[in-house]
């Protein structure tokens, strides 16, 4: 309740309530605090293995929060189960315009167009070697760099894979962010079915005579069935190891009147008004699979009855991104207390 009551407003009035400026100082907070954090050591709670990683608890910090592993001792300490880096491209790159990041606090949402602002696999590589190893699993988030055109896609995903397989415990393909042009079109069964073939090649062979590293690809919530369904027919015809479900939506449903002057924002919409999109995907998905396909659900996840619910409905894990905003860190606490 501190958070909520004191930290969250402070924090939502610093820098004249710019979000983007705010997240940044409290990400270089974090990082400062990073060496300390090291120390900190976390019994497993609730503690589960999916797609062969043994996770000490299933709550974890989804992509997008600290894109360029700049503060990953920190998040183990703070609770998290696992981390998931990036989205990170295979070219350092800007994003777009500013401002891209916008609170809509009525509806407890986000609207983002980022547009995978990072600085590019190669950093992120010398970053992780420089950090060492993390007392909880690491995910990265691969995409697809803006200036790369949509027909050389594989080449840029693998390019950045070859860079961090030797860090990551698994690897996010997000083909799903509205933010860069061109980039949900490799949902369609050609597209994908191109670049998991690829991929998966290439973590074999990255591999050696070790078992290939898990690899997972992220759809966008606003897929119909049907695609969803074309989706995991590659997925299984590909070896993928698990899916995320979901990233944010083009959607605008559910918002709270004081947020509508927002809502013609361009960008990705997350938080509360997702949730329950969420979780129909994943239903949909754990039903298609028979449950053999594990998920990581996302969206929307503000409580510990939140997550339970995404479980409920068939994911192995879940992660935080909004939630997490608007409720602090004790609400990965209370998640992984009602999950013990």
Known sequence: MVYKSVVRKALFRMHGGDAERVHETTLGVLEKLSPAAKLVRRGPVAPRTVFGVRFPNPVGLAAGLDKNGRALPAWGALGFGFVEVGTVTRHPQPGNPKPRLFRLRDSEAIINRMGFNND???????????????????????????????EDAVEDYRTSLRALYRHGDYF???????????????????????????LNATAHELAGSAPRKPILVKIAPDLTDEAIGELLEVCAAHEVSGLIATNTTLSRDGLAPADRRLADEAGGLSGKPLAARAREVVRFVSRETDGALPIIGVGGIASADDAKRMLDAGASLVQLYTGFIYEGPGLVRRITRALR
Not at 122 to 144: F, Q
Not at 177 to 196: C, K, V, Y
Request: charged share 15%; net charge positive; hydrophobic share 40%.
């Open 172 to 198: 996010a393909i997000n083909i799903s962010s509205p933010n860069t042009p061109g980039l949900r079109n490799l949902q369609d069964r050609g597209a994908l079915t191109e670049l998991l073939s690829a």
């Open 120 to 150: 590019g696999a190669l950093e992120l590589a010398n970053r992780l070697d420089r950090l060492g190893p993390l007392s909880v699993p690491l995910g990265i988030s691969l995409g697809k760099s803006k200036v790369t055109p949509v």
